[in-house]
T-cell receptor
C-alpha cells in the first residue's frame, strides 16, 4: 500500500544552520504531497504542499520539490530559527481519496 | 486560519469505562471529519472518516463498536471509546475538512486508561 518514510530524529541544529529533512514515498497513481508542522501543544498545521511532479511548495522559508523520479519530497530551509523547533510530518494523499497518509514525524530542535 | 478545538485535552479513565472526546470546528463548517490516533514517536494512523449526517467509515483493523463516531452537525463530531482498556491509551486527533480540500487538525486528546 501507499506509505511515507521520513528520516528519524531528533534533528538538532544551531540557529542559522541549513536544514534538510528527507522524505520518500511509495504510491500508485499521482499523489499530492504535503509537509505539516506541529508546534508544542498545538494541532498540525499545513506548511506546504505540491500536487504534481516538479512542483515546488514553499512557505516561511521552507521549500520542498515533488520529485517523481526519486519518489521524494525533501524539506529544506536555508537558515533555521529557534522558533522552527517542532515536529515535522511528511504526508501524501493518494489520487482522489482525500485521505492523508503520514510519515512518522521528525523532531527538529534548534538551539540558539 | 481555521480554529479546531478538542475537549478534553487530557483524560485518565479506569479500564472498562467509556470516554467521549469532542471536536469542534469553531469558525468553519466541516463536511468531512477524520479521526486519527498517534502512539508515542509514531505516525498518525487514520481510524475513520465520517461525513455529516452519515455513518462513519472505519479503516481496516479499527473496531467500529469500540470507537463510536458521531458527526451530527457541521461543527461538532464526537469519538467515544467504549469499554476502554490500557491498550487504547493513545493520542487522538480529529481533522475536519472543508469542501475546498483544506484539512485542519485539532490539538489532540491524550487518553490514559489505567
Amino acid at each position: 500500500g501507499d506509505s511515507v518514510t521520513q528520516m528519524e530524529g531528533p534533528v538538532t541544529l544551531s540557529e542559522e544552520a541549513f536544514l534538510t529533512i528527507n522524505c520518500t514515498y511509495t504510491a500508485t497513481g499521482y499523489p499530492s504531497l504535503f509537509w505539516y508542522v506541529q508546534y508544542p501543544g498545538e494541532g498540525l498545521q499545513l506548511l506546504l504542499k505540491a500536487t504534481k511532479a516538479d512542483d515546488k511548495g514553499s512557505n516561511k522559508g521552507f521549500e520542498a520539490t515533488y520529485r517523481k523520479e526519486t519518489t521524494s519530497f525533501h524539506l529544506e530551509k536555508g537558515s533555521v530559527q529557534v522558533s522552527d523547533s517542532a515536529v515535522y510530518f511528511c504526508a501524501l494523499t493518494p489520487s482522489n481519496t482525500g485521505k492523508l497518509i503520514f510519515g512518522q514525524g521528525t523532531t527538529l530542535q534548534v538551539k540558539p | 486560519g481555521a480554529v479546531v478545538s478538542q475537549h478534553p485535552s487530557w483524560v485518565i479513565c479506569k479500564s472498562g469505562t467509556s470516554v467521549k472526546i469532542e471536536c469542534r470546528s469553531l469558525d468553519f463548517q466541516a463536511t468531512t471529519m477524520f479521526w486519527y490516533r498517534q502512539f508515542p514517536k509514531q505516525s498518525l494512523m487514520l481510524m475513520a472518516t465520517s461525513n455529516e449526517g452519515s455513518k462513519a467509515t472505519y479503516e481496516q483493523g479499527v473496531e467500529k463498536d469500540k470507537f463510536l463516531i458521531n458527526h451530527a452537525s457541521l461543527t461538532l463530531s464526537t469519538l467515544t471509546v467504549t469499554s476502554a482498556h490500557p491498550e487504547d491509551s493513545s493520542f487522538y486527533i480529529c481533522s475536519p475538512k472543508t469542501g475546498d480540500y483544506e484539512q485542519y487538525f485539532g490539538p489532540g486528546t491524550r487518553l490514559t486508561v489505567t
